[in-house]
């Protein structure tokens, strides 16, 4: 019998095995036969500092160390590499570009604001007529997600078609229903379902944090391009970025959806199109490739991690929304530390999260 079993193989089930099994014996059960299926195969991989609120600011800094240098065991290429981020923005954005600025400078120093013509030297694409002003973050970097991804499941014993039908109480934990009639025993299970967390918390009788799934769409197409940073719209309207020889794009939709495998929407796809045109010299010809993520978020869009106030034994690893790549180190680390009970890890104590900002009570309206 395992000490813990983790549900779902994302990238936050993974990652949290990954730091659980340094200390206990993991079982990770993923119910597809491809761990990254889901919203992990579908992401835009980036990493950065400017990002979100100060807890996910806090766990993205906290995962740098790692993403420079990773433990033996990882595939031995880089984790980041170098891509810069631009958020830029038109003349009647111009308050929300020093918002950004004065908001992203707080977290990272390096920030500085551009003219129209330092933007739109580093990305030739956008048109200078369109363009007021950026707000640069030279580190920003793309995550090489496949092998992060690989690392982390090096070495754990992952169950793939296992999808989890029931939880119930037994002797010195939990037993757990598989899907096809099959059941296991654990002390501990750790809750990284993604956009499913609320029903698997259900499973267990817990409270739901209110999780809510929100698709956004992305797709792939032909044009020149060079070694540029990622441009996105300051108001997250839409983006794009260099990819392979292409560009991928996106509307930045976040519309709620069901958990479930999300498809994209023609009109999404046609809408980041029509924006990205009017900004750029682009004429998108043909979509190459169109796919669809849920991005998982609680009220407060801060991460959940820890024990359930009202379940023995049932630990939340949930709401990573559109930061579970970049925060994915620290975030394991956190639930290693939370669920030996040793409180949050020096790494992103010492950066000021506190374990209330974390605990999923918080989310089920009980004090945190
Ligand atoms: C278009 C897009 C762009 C993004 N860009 C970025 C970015 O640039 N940087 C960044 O950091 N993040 C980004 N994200 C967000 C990031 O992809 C997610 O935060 C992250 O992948 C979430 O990982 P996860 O493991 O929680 O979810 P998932 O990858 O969905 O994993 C959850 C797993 O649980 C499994 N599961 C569910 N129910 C059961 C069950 N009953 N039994 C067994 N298994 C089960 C599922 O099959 C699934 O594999 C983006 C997301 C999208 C969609």
Wanted: aromatic fraction near 8%; include cysteine; charged fraction near 25%.
């Amino acid at each position: 019998m395992p000490d813990i079993v983790v549900i779902g193989a994302g990238m936050a089930g993974a990652s949290a095995a990954h730091f659980l099994a340094r200390r206990f014996d993991v079982l990770l059960l993923e119910q597809e036969d491809q761990p990254g299926y889901h919203t992990t195969g579908r992401s835009a991989a980036l990493y950065t500092q400017a990002y979100g609120n100060a807890a996910i600011r806090a766990l993205t800094v906290a995962s740098k160390p790692f993403f420079d240098s990773p433990p033996e065991g990882f595939p031995d290429v880089p984790l980041l590499t170098p891509r810069g981020l631009v958020l830029f923005g038109r003349a009647d954005q111009s308050d929300s570009l020093e918002g950004a600025f004065r908001d992203g400078r707080r977290f990272v120093p390096e920030i500085r604001m551009l003219d129209s013509g330092e933007v739109c030297r580093l990305i030739p694409a956008l048109r200078p007529d369109y363009v007021a002003g950026g707000v640069f973050e030279p580190e920003a970097s793309d995550i090489d997600i496949h092998a992060l991804h690989r690392g982390f499941l090096r070495g754990v014993p992952l169950r793939r078609n296992a999808e989890v039908e029931g939880l119930e109480r037994s002797g010195r934990g939990w037993r757990v229903a598989l899907r096809g009639g099959d059941a296991l025993e654990a002390r501990i299970v750790v809750n990284a379902a993604g956009a499913w967390a609320d029903e698997i918390g259900e499973l267990a009788g817990a409270a739901p944090i209110g999780l809510v799934p929100k698709r956004r769409t992305a797709f792939t197409f032909e044009a020149e391009t060079g070694a540029w940073p990622m441009a996105v719209d300051v108001d997250e309207q839409f983006y794009f970025k260099p990819e392979s020889g292409r560009v991928l794009g996106s509307l930045a939709d976040e519309t709620p959806s069901p958990p479930c495998d999300a498809q994209p929407e023609e009109i999404d796809v046609a809408m980041a199109v029509d924006r990205i045109e009017r900004a750029t010299v682009f004429a998108v010809r043909r979509i190459e490739r169109r796919w669809a993520g849920l991005r998982s978020f609680v009220a407060d869009k801060t991460l959940v991690a820890g024990f359930d106030p009202g379940i023995p034994g049932f630990f939340w690893c949930a709401g990573q929304g559109g930061y579970g790549i970049q925060t994915a180190p620290a975030m394991g680390m956190t639930v290693a530390a939370l669920a030996a009970g040793e409180g949050l890890p020096r790494e992103v104590r010492d950066l000021g999260l506190e374990e209330s900002a974390l605990s999923p009570a918080r989310c089920q309206g009980g004090a945190p």
